[in-house]
């Protein structure tokens, strides 16, 4: 089975070099959603605090094989699955990220910490609700020093 996506706006920010991986946090990302959507497109999402952003890795490939691996190729982490990774070199190369809303304006939305590159296709937003969100999230000790940078400013 295959899925056909057509991206439903795009990422403008100052980041356009993929290969810089940590940083995100105080990046402002302006993402401008498709004509064919209406001006009210948005409404309603300027009462909630956060958006979760779905968008493609769409400059990154897809591993050659799925053995397990460190994660970002750090020899001091241990190797793991692709499903236990959230890099971009995965099967349908989907990001997700839980984001700050700052405004809204018409088919215009500005979000902080995105961590993708200005002109990264976004396939779709929803708004992030308590209801969705775990409260007993648990994590490896290594998970927490790979991303010990990521969200800094």
Request: glycine share 6%.
């Amino acid at each position: 089975m295959q899925f056909l996506m057509q991206p439903i706006g795009t990422v403008h920010n100052s980041r356009s070099d993929i290969a810089i991986t940590d940083h995100w946090g105080a990046v402002t990302s302006t993402i401008s959603l498709d004509q064919r959507f209406d001006e009210d497109c948005l409404l309603g999402l300027d009462e909630f605090s956060h958006v979760d952003v779905f968008f493609v890795f769409d400059r990154a490939t897809e591993r050659a094989h799925y053995r397990p691996r460190p994660p970002r190729g750090r020899t001091d982490l241990p190797p793991v699955g692709v499903f236990a990774d959230r890099g971009p070199h995965r099967p349908n190369r989907i990001g997700m990220t839980t984001c700050p809303i700052k405004s809204l304006n018409g088919r215009t939305l500005e979000v902080l910490g995105l961590d993708a590159a200005t002109g990264t296709p976004i396939i779709d937003l929803k708004p992030t609700t308590i209801e969705f969100q775990p409260t007993d999230i648990r994590q490896p000790a290594w998970v927490t020093r790979l991303m010990a940078n990521y969200f800094l400013p």
